[in-house]
């Protein structure tokens, strides 16, 4: 198919080119030495992704560690009280340690051990990322450093809880506002330091090339299971498709199944609080092409060019850039970004949760609630919505700030 003037049928072939561009996105900003031990992983990258060894590991981990193919599910409830469109989700909630996050940390393991690295390391907000990785270190037996800001580590009791059962050791940094962006620097110092014993591996399809092409790479099964499961389901297409973006991994690996059929495409970013710059983090509806974490990308600045601070409920979106092929899909107009607030987010939350049985993550939440939006304003049709992860994690924090709603009816 082709789509202003880009053939998707080549299109994977193409994009990211051999320097790591997607358009003029991506590249890789970082110094000299680092740039090398980059490269070093994109050459490893490129050798394994060619063996049967490595394919034919990697899909026994999915199938018997991991539990893939996850299913999609038809949300029958759900679409009935809206109206006639038909909402379907793919249950990446069902994915080992509940969301979409190990499909590429599995695979940045099992490259890392391929490498003969002994450890792997990254940082975490949320903490999500950090959990992921302490899985899949598990699982291989090799080291794990996480690297988390002091005041994350105090928010996030529960995850390093989980990461230190896992056996990874959480580093805590004290710089700066010892959040997120304090945890990336001393990540990527950590990494300049160790890097001959050890892979950085990053939690989107962020960062220096290769990493997001190798992180939709690993994350295309997600794509490629959904497109051939609706098929069998219903013999058709789904005519629209929608994911949330933060640093844009789920999506990215979702649209990666649809990209050269006529489908039309939705990312939904946060808009959390409203439109103000701090409010939010919907960086490729209100941001400027830039440079951060080592990409050059479409980014959310403050009044210096620095990376503006950022707000989501979903504290997995909460991130001033998106991946840049979202920014190449954005600017060609194959898929177009659209934004939903904490408020619809929570109330599509309770939604999925009373209508189908399913507790939705907040961040998957934002995907269900721009469904519900189309679904309102279509008189037919269907919608497959990528359901990222499951809600556990926020349920706490949701009944404590919402509450519970009163009635099924006033959440559509
Ligand atoms: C981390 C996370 C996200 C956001 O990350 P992407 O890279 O944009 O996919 C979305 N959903 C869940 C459940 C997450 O844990």
């Known amino acids: 198919m082709i789509f202003n003037g880009i053939d998707f049928d080549t299109y994977f072939k193409n994009y990211p080119d051999a320097n790591g561009y997607f358009g003029k996105y991506g590249g890789v900003y ?14 490893a990258y490129f050798t394994i992704c060619k063996s049967r060894k490595f394919i ?35 249950r990446e909630d069902l994915n080992h340690s509940g969301a979409h996050k190990l499909n590429h940390c599995m695979g940045e393991a099992l490259l890392a051990k391929y490498m003969g690295k002994k450890k792997i390391i990254a940082e975490t907000g949320a903490g999500q990322h950090g959990v992921a990785l302490a899985t899949a270190a598990a699982y291989f037996g090799l080291e794990c450093d996480i690297y988390m800001g002091s005041v994350d580590i105090k928010k996030q009791a529960p995850n390093v809880a989980r990461m230190k059962i896992l056996g990874a050791n959480v580093v805590e940094v004290t710089d700066g506002l010892q959040t997120l962006k304090e945890a990336v620097d001393a990540a990527f110092a950590a990494y300049a330091r160790e890097y001959k014993d050890c892979i950085y591996c990053i939690g989107s399809v962020l960062g220096p090339h290769p990493f997001p092409m190798m992180v939709r790479d690993f994350q295309s099964i997600v794509g490629i299971e959904a497109r051939e499961q609706f098929l069998d389901m219903t013999g058709e297409l789904p005519d629209i498709i929608t994911a949330c973006v933060g640093g844009g991994s789920n999506s990215a690996g979702f649209f990666y199944g649809f990209l050269n059929d006529p489908v039309k495409i939705y990312g939904v970013e946060p808009l959390g609080r409203g439109p103000k710059l701090g409010d939010h983090a919907a960086s490729l509806t209100y941001g400027t092409e830039g440079v951060m974490h080592g990409f050059n990308s479409i980014m959310l600045k403050d009044e210096n060019g620095e990376p503006a601070p950022v707000y989501s409920v979903a504290s997995g979106l909460d991130y001033p850039s998106s991946g840049p092929e979202h920014a190449f899909l954005h600017d060609l107009g194959r898929v177009t970004y659209d934004t939903v607030s904490d408020e619809e987010a929570i109330r599509a939350f309770f939604a999925l949760s009373r209508y189908e049985g399913i507790i939705p993550a907040v961040e998957s939440s934002h995907a269900v609630a721009h469904a519900i939006r189309l679904a309102k304003q279509m008189k037919t049709g269907s919608i497959l919505i990528n359901l990222s992860g499951r809600g556990d994690k926020d349920m706490d924090y949701v009944i404590e700030k919402y509450g519970i709603p009163a009635k099924d009816a006033d959440l559509l």
């Open 30 to 43: 970082i110094s000299d030495e680092l740039k090398a031990a980059m490269a070093e992983i994109t050459e």
């Open 56 to 90: 034919a590991e990697l899909r026994r981990i999915r199938k018997e560690f991991q539990g893939r193919p996850t299913p999609i599910s038809h949300l029958e409830r759900l679409s009935g009280a809206i109206g006639n469109v038909q909402l379907y989700c793919k």
